[in-house]
């Protein structure tokens, strides 16, 4: 049963709110170059090889889920964020379109209320945060009660920073004992919410009387034809699946492969490290992957596939890397692997014509998943904007690891970020990633014009002068 706020909550959220005030006050009027200098030093302190190690393994041990060898490269977003930050003006005039007589100044939002999901405890909080310090904000972050010790340590890291830079350390609080109502009543008390996690956590943010960022569930589906390079689409499928053992919403969960190519793919992602489960073993899995109620069960989240198959009661050789089950023809809601997987797995389908593989697509994203993410791996430009005018998702990774790829990497010009917007299909109010420039006010200032005003003729064309009963 849910409790109610305590007094001391309530008064411990007043004082860190006041206290972050008062830093972003402090930094209001800094120039661009001290921002910058700002940024680096936060990036440079939270995201050198030695910290973000030890705070991404310790994420890991304090979770229990999630690879603790992998994670620790995450640390390279970090760099990613400060790369677009550097790149782009957040205080003063930012944006001049002399034709239309119009100029944009950037402002800060103020407090913001950053929530930090279990997944990635170590690597949000400075993702947020030089985005943030570099639109002149101060940030709460509220962790996942499970990884709170990781999130809290990452923040210490990150006040020293700006101490480094000559910033106020209160630029960035942490909540030491997360609890719903506490988070609850920050969201209403501060300025912009950024919910990255759960759907919980993103209706919660909605539901604060404050503006918010929520993200949407993801169930990434990959189409690819016989066009495509083999090889290299089943290198980057399983580099998607098995990054932090698939815990990412934009790992690759849906394989959409065209019939005449279908054996040789299935024998790629073999060579790579899948396992093909038969009917037993996947009857099996799914019961040991969802409960009576339909939800996930926590042992066998973000895990070795050898975990997995453990929990659901038979092995796997130790040598593969992500398990796979064939799920042609079962697509909806009573159809479980057809739904975002978690983990290391992967659901396989078929299809012959192109038509056909767009029907399973929109089946796919309407059983779950609308507004995230799918990508192709395919060299016919006719198919890729056939799929990219049909999927309900906000963005499409075009022979790309989606997970490495749809959030930012060095080799697409994606913004970097830890949130995906995910549109109003997945109940969020952008399509974007979720970046420095959410994070701004904008003073729009309008200066007269020649008149730009067409014709009658012009405007209404062929409808003009009709006669209209």
Request: proline share 5%.
């Amino acid at each position: 049963m849910a409790r109610d706020l305590t007094d001391e909550e309530r008064a411990l959220a007043k004082d860190m709110l006041a206290r972050a005030r008062t830093a972003q006050a402090q930094i209001e009027d800094w120039s661009q170059e001290r921002l910058d200098r700002l940024a680096q030093a936060i990036s440079w302190y939270a995201g050198n090889e030695k910290t973000f190690t030890r705070l991404a393994e310790q994420g890991v041990d304090e979770s229990g889920i999630g690879d603790r060898d992998g994670r620790p490269a995450k640390r390279f977003k970090i760099q990613m964020v400060l790369r677009d930050v550097l790149r782009t003006p957040s205080t003063g005039i930012v944006e001049v379109d002399e034709a239309k007589g119009l100029v944009k100044y950037a402002k800060p939002v103020g407090v913001i209320a950053s929530l930090i999901p279990m997944t990635n405890p170590a690597m949000t909080p400075p993702v947020t945060g030089v985005s943030s310090a570099n639109a002149r904000n101060a940030v709460i972050f509220s962790p996942h009660p499970r990884t709170a010790q990781t999130t809290w340590e990452m923040t210490e890291v990150m006040r020293a920073a700006c101490r480094a830079a000559g910033a106020p350390e209160d630029l960035f609080q942490v909540v030491r004992k997360p609890s719903i109502p506490l988070t609850q009543y920050l969201m209403s008390i501060c300025d912009l919410t950024l919910a990255t996690g759960g759907k919980p956590m993103v209706q919660a943010a909605y539901s604060s009387g404050k503006p918010a960022y929520g993200v949407g569930a993801g169930n990434s589906s990959i189409v690819i034809d016989e066009t495509a390079d083999i090889e290299i689409a089943a290198q980057n499928s399983r580099i998607s699946k098995t990054s932090d053992f698939g815990s990412g919403c934009s790992a690759d969960g849906n394989i959409i492969i065209q019939r005449s190519i279908y054996d040789q793919m299935v024998a790629a992602l073999e060579a790579e490290g899948g396992y093909l489960c038969n009917a037993e073993e996947k009857a099996m899995l799914q019961a040991a992957m969802w409960d009576e109620k339909g939800n996930r069960t926590f042992p066998t989240i973000a895990c070795r596939p050898q975990q997995t198959a453990d929990v659901a009661g038979f092995s796997i050789p130790e040598d593969r890397k992500f398990l796979m089950v064939e799920n042609q023809g079962q697509i909806g809601p009573e159809h479980k692997f057809s739904k975002e997987k978690l983990t290391t797995l992967m659901a396989l389908y078929h299809f012959e014509t192109f038509d056909d593989a767009l029907e399973t697509v929109a089946a796919i994203y309407n059983t779950g998943g609308k507004g995230h993410s799918c990508g192709i791996y395919s060299h016919n430009d006719e198919n890729i904007d056939r799929l990219a005018r049909l999927a309900p998702v906000s963005r499409m990774m075009v022979r790309q690891p989606q997970s490495k790829a749809n959030a930012g990497a060095w080799t697409n010009g994606m913004p970097m970020t830890s949130s995906l917007g995910c549109g109003v299909w997945g109940g969020n109010i952008t399509n974007e990633n979720v970046t420095m420039k959410h994070m701004m006010n904008y003073t729009w200032v309008s200066r007269p014009i020649p008149e730009d005003r067409p014709s009658e003729e012009e405007l209404f064309g062929e409808f003009y002068g009709q006669e209209v009963a």
